[in-house]
């Protein structure tokens, strides 16, 4: 299991953080308030989830997401209530849905490499995916996304392994 860091710059927001995740059976191993603080810790780990302010004091959380080593994700709470998926970096709107919220870090934590990060093969994969999506189902771009995401959440597999199984379907 991954270690979760939590990088808040208001320590009762990150604390409130903390209990809701290790509430939930999830453990913190770190708390701190900036990026650098977060890229020093992440150095001495194999892999880990950061849950971030979507901007700390220092570096913004796509900052931060670019600069992880490989086998980290980042979830990013965004107060301008954006939802985003890109890279390894994951912004969920606040107010939080508890409940995706604490579904997205089980599956982060969950996984032994880094869930969103893809390679570009991948990343086509998933686009034609999401082509067909849009096509078959009548949606948008980024509601395909979202919908790949969900079903990715939802059976515990990366969203490129989904893809793949709607593209065999479509073969």
């Not at 604390?15 to 708390?31: P, Q, T």
């Not at 810790?41 to 796509?62: C, F, H, K, N």
């Not at 880094?114 to 096509?135: E, L, P, W, Y």
């Not at 995401?149 to 199984?165: L, R």
Request: net charge neutral.
């Amino acid at each position: 299991m991954k270690s979760i860091i939590v990088a808040y710059p208001k320590k009762n927001s990150a604390m409130h953080l903390r209990n809701v995740l290790e509430n939930d059976g999830l453990y913190v191993s770190h708390i701190c308030a900036t990026g650098a603080s977060v890229l020093g810790i992440a150095a001495d780990l194999r892999s880990g989830v950061i849950i971030t302010a979507a901007v700390l004091s220092d570096m913004s959380a796509a900052a931060m997401a670019e600069r992880l080593p490989s086998g980290f994700d980042v979830i990013a709470l965004s107060p301008n209530g954006s939802e985003d998926y890109m890279g390894n970096l994951i912004t969920l709107p606040l107010p939080l849905d508890r409940e995706d919220f604490l579904k997205t870090a089980h599956t982060l934590v969950a996984t032994e490499t880094s869930f969103t990060n893809r390679d570009g093969d991948d990343r086509q994969i998933i686009s034609k995916a999401k082509t067909i999506i849009m096509n078959t189902r009548h949606m948008t771009e980024m509601q395909a996304h979202k919908y790949l995401q969900s079903q990715s959440m939802k059976n515990s597999k990366k969203m490129a392994d989904i893809a793949k199984e709607i593209l065999e379907r479509f073969d």
